[in-house]
């Protein structure tokens, strides 16, 4: 099989996705004319609504769109990357800067009413959509500007991945980032940011020097170590809890254009094996290797198989000694490891069409391999002709633990892995058998687990939403209730202030 038919059929095709081109294209638009009240919901579910008069000077105060059930843009906006979430804005506001997020943050918090942040739209649970408040489409705030004497990159809240990487490796720098790159900024660096390079540099969050934010009242506030230290603390881990980021000033790090990295793929019935290995030679690994193990079976049987990703960044003279292992395995079905362009790599599983399935995850965070977790990830994974089904190691490890637990409000510096099982089926079935196949099977390994990725977080009790930020979550609590006390930002993995 050919790299572009694999990437395509097998697990790069299971998780990534992208944004549908027409919202790449998104432009300004005419001045919306508001033709009469507006029907919304408040945070709290309470129906109320918005007179005209007062919509109409929200839209004649901004630069960028609103847009209105109707508008031209409202349905694309209103989607996230996972088709299966469906939800409908009352009125969606597209700001072109700090001003436009100002008004709209202040307009939404004035009436209380339900508030979404969409930046790249890969919340799996659509939180960065809802139904009948407001969104907040960051889509027409995107830009990068990289300062290469200070090793600053200066990215607008609305942006993608693709843009941090591709500017600073145009200076032979790097931040950490995710492995696919129309991920957005605002959800993926609030929370955590796990990729290819963050054995070697940390998490994206690690690497943020300081963001500006648009809190809960409307004020543009700087954040960082010297400047509203909690602040900068607790967006560091506590994601959209505390207000809009406009801008993320990364630090950067020199690095070689050149990696190897690729897949390294085996017949499905060498899972059991290979997830043995995995779990002894990922975590000796050093710091410039990272290293994913994937067991997937796709509805057709294409591209099934069990394997690697890899990404090396390494002196290159190491690299033949450092891969020696993986090499020894055999002879794999597929592979395309080799010599890659950073930037090439970082985008390797992007992918350019609108994906017409349904999809369902769980995860957690991985401590340690107990044989009991090997066995069970591997006897409970079944392979159905009606959907995709994939068990995802993302390795993490070396320069993530060695940050202090409360250096920022990401806790889980211990884990080996986040793994995730995810289900996926083709939109318009009943998704209803294949979400409730993968709760059975995460019952089996969630035991292993310990707490997991907040970007993940769905409908989870208060009680677990909070563990969740374990030894973190009392400072979290008076960060927000400082910042955000009436709860304006919610569609997140919820601190809830009261
Ligand atoms: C295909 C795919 C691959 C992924 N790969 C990785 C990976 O390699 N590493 C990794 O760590 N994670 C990965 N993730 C998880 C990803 O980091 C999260 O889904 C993240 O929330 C996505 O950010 P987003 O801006 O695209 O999401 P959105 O859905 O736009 O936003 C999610 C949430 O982030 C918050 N938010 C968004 N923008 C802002 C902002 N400007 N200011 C404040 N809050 C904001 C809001 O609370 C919003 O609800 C992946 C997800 C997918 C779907």
């Known amino acids: 099989m050919d790299r572009r038919r694999f990437l395509q059929s097998s697990l790069a095709a299971s998780i990534a996705a992208a944004l549908p081109a027409s919202q790449a294209m998104a432009a300004l638009q005419a001045l919306t004319q508001v033709s009469g009240d507006v029907r919304a919901v408040t945070g709290n579910g309470a129906e109320i609504s918005l007179e005209k008069a007062a919509v109409q000077e929200l839209a004649d105060s901004l630069r960028g769109n609103l847009l209105l059930p109707g508008n031209e843009g409202y349905d694309v ?282 999809e369902y995850l769980k995860s957690g965070f991985v401590n340690e391999y107990p044989g009991s977790m090997v066995d069970a990830a591997v006897a409970g994974f079944e392979a159905d002709p009606g959907r995709s089904t994939m068990l995802y190691f993302q390795q993490s490890g070396g320069a993530i633990s060695r940050v202090p637990v409360d250096a920022t409000a990401f806790p889980h510096r211990k884990a080996l892995s986040a793994m995730m099982v995810l289900t996926s089926w083709p939109l318009g079935t009943d998704g209803s058998p294949h979400m409730d196949y993968l709760r059975d099977y995460w019952s089996t390994i969630e035991p292993r687990t310990d707490g997991y990725y907040t970007v993940d977080s769905g409908n989870e009790s208060r009680e677990v939403r909070h563990g969740n930020y374990q030894g973190n979550f009392p400072r979290l609590l008076e960060v927000k209730k400082k910042y955000d006390p009436g709860n304006l930002f919610r569609l997140n993995a919820n601190i809830a202030p009261a």
């Open 77 to 358: 906006a209103r989607r996230v990357l996972n088709a299966s979430i469906d939800k409908h804005p009352a009125l969606i506001v597209q700001p072109t800067g700090v001003a436009d997020i100002q008004n709209a943050v202040r307009f939404a918090g004035e009436r209380q009413l339900l508030l979404a942040v969409k930046c790249g739209g890969h919340s799996f649970a659509g939180k960065s959509t809802c139904e009948g408040g407001m969104q907040i489409d960051l889509s027409l705030f995107r830009h990068a500007r990289v300062d290469p004497d200070s090793r600053t990159a200066f990215v607008a809240g609305g942006s993608l991945l693709a843009a941090l990487d591709h500017e600073a490796m145009a200076h032979g720098l790097v931040a950490p980032a995710g492995t696919v790159s129309h991920t957005g900024v605002g959800g993926l660096s609030t929370a955590g940011g796990f990729g290819r390079i963050s054995r070697r540099f940390g998490l994206t969050l690690d690497n943020i020097k300081g963001v500006d934010i648009v809190t809960a009242d409307g004020r543009l506030l700087h954040a960082s170590a010297d400047e509203n230290p909690d602040l900068f603390w607790g967006v560091r881990g506590g994601g959209g809890n505390f207000g809009v980021v406009s801008s993320f000033q990364y630090a950067l790090h020199p690095m070689q254009r050149q990696v190897i990295g690729g897949e390294v793929v085996f017949p499905l019935d060498r899972a059991s094996d290979l997830i043995r290995f995995y779990a002894d030679f990922s975590v000796q690994a050093p710091d410039d290797l990272y290293i994913d193990f994937y067991i997937n079976a796709t509805a057709t049987g294409e591209g099934s198989g069990a394997g690697f990703h890899i990404c090396y960044s390494g002196p290159e003279k190491d690299a033949e000694k450092v891969l020696e292992p993986v090499r020894k395995l055999g002879e794999p079905a597929f592979t395309n490891l080799g010599p890659i362009d950073y930037v090439a790599i970082q985008r390797s599983w992007d992918y350019s069409d609108f994906r017409n399935i349904g």
